[in-house]
């Protein structure tokens, strides 16, 4: 005797937690943060950013953003990675899936504005190591920055 085949049913429109175009829903134990000094981004908020707002990739010049970062070593560098930052890790990534930087308003035009990796210090890594000299970035405008931004300091 054939089996009965069972119907799967959808919950009510009404039961369901309305969410953007592009997006699903993030478990908490999945959830990915960016921190740079004492400023906390949503990873996962940046991508349905850079999901439903396409943008090409610039080129970053890995060398250089390297010793901004103090990877070649240099303890007077302006950013320093985190006590939790993997090297391990970092030598098994993706080199093709870009970084995402971050524009911060540092001054009165856009040529003053500071880009920093909120997504992407574990792939600078490994092709500073590998000795790539460049790496494909999104750039996030201010605004798309201010809306991922989770905490910031008051100053």
Partial sequence: MPKKKKHRT????????????GS???????????????TLFDIEHAFQVLR??????VPIDVPSWARMYGMDDNPFAPMT????????????TNLARPLIL???????????DTLLIIDGS?????????GYDQLP????????????T??????
Avoid: C, N, W
């Fill in 10 to 21: 959808k919950p009510p429109a009404s039961l369901k937690s309305p969410r953007q175009p």
């Fill in 24 to 38: 699903r829903p993030v478990p908490r134990h999945e959830q990915q943060y960016g921190q740079v000094g004492d």
């Fill in 52 to 57: 439903t707002s396409r943008r090409r990739t």
């Fill in 81 to 92: 990675l985190g006590p939790l930052f993997d090297r391990a890790h970092a030598m098994s």
């Fill in 102 to 112: 971050a524009t911060i308003a540092t001054g009165s035009t856009r040529a003053e």
């Fill in 122 to 130: 574990h792939r600078l890594y490994r092709a500073f190591v590998e």
């Fill in 137 to 148: 970035a999104l750039v996030l405008t201010e605004a798309e920055t201010a809306a991922i």
């Fill in 150 to 155: 989770v905490i910031r300091p008051t100053t």
